[in-house]
């Protein structure tokens, strides 16, 4: 039809088409005439049951697409709303029973050493962190209760580079408190004893010659609370150096 370069959407051509065949049945011979000059390309007594087979009105691509399965989202790129909607994803996800310490890319010999401590399934939080710290991709953020596999989540991907360039201090974990220090380390111990892993605690109350005497023998862990740190590291901080850190980690005791 030559009128059909003149609308913009399907419905309007329609509208267009049954005003002018209302005028058609209103002025019938007019018409008639203006049909048969014209080649009489619509007969006069089509209905508009007719028309309607002839389009697909916007109504009914909407019933035709809520037929069909599709997906619904919204996103927002102002920096703020993407990273909280992240959140909200990862926090959404649904984890899988198959997921393995191998799957998520974890070398067999600590496989062997979290199977030894009867730690066989990664939790929630370990699933989530793991593939990334492993990869080097991001930094990573966990948020979860206690007992809920934090320490393991970061202590496998250290362990893991560890066995790759076993030299020097390669991993600080600063801690608020004396007591979380020495949980932290002794999960270390146990998880990294195929490594002939050495780690030193650095906290308060400890004798500060001895803590030197540790630091200098360049433990592969760290696990220190700030303030004893920062005691080492201006008195004598030229005996031992950070320079080849690759891991630094900050867990809370909530």
Known sequence: MSNCGRYASMSALL?????????????????TSAASSHGGSRDDSDSDADLNSAYVTNDQLSESEDDTP??????DTSPNRVAKSTKTQVARQPISTD???????????????????????????QIECLPSI???????????????????????????????????IYALVLTPTRELAFQISEQFVVLGGSLNLRTAVIVGGMDMMEQALELGRRPHVVVATPGRLVDHMD?????????RLRFLTKPTDS
């Not at 088409?17 to 002025?27: A, F, Q, T, V």
């Not at 492993?134 to 496998?156: E, P, Q, R």
Request: hydrophobic share 35%; with cysteine.
């Open 235 to 243: 008195s004598n901080g030229d005996e031992w150096s950070l320079s």
């Open 99 to 125: 997921v393995t310490f191998a799957s998520l890319g974890v070398k067999p010999s600590l496989v062997a050493s979290l199977d030894a401590m009867s730690i066989r399934k990664p939790t929630p939080v």
């Open 15 to 31: 509208d267009e088409e049954r005003r002018l065949k209302r005028r058609r049945l209103s002025h019938s011979s007019q018409y």
């Open 70 to 75: 599709k997906l619904q989202f919204s996103f």
């Open 134 to 168: 492993i990869s080097g991709v991001l930094d990573c953020i966990g948020n979860a209760k206690t007992g809920s596999g934090k320490t393991m989540a970061f202590a496998i991907p250290i362990l893991q580079k560890l066995s790759e360039d076993p030299y020097g």
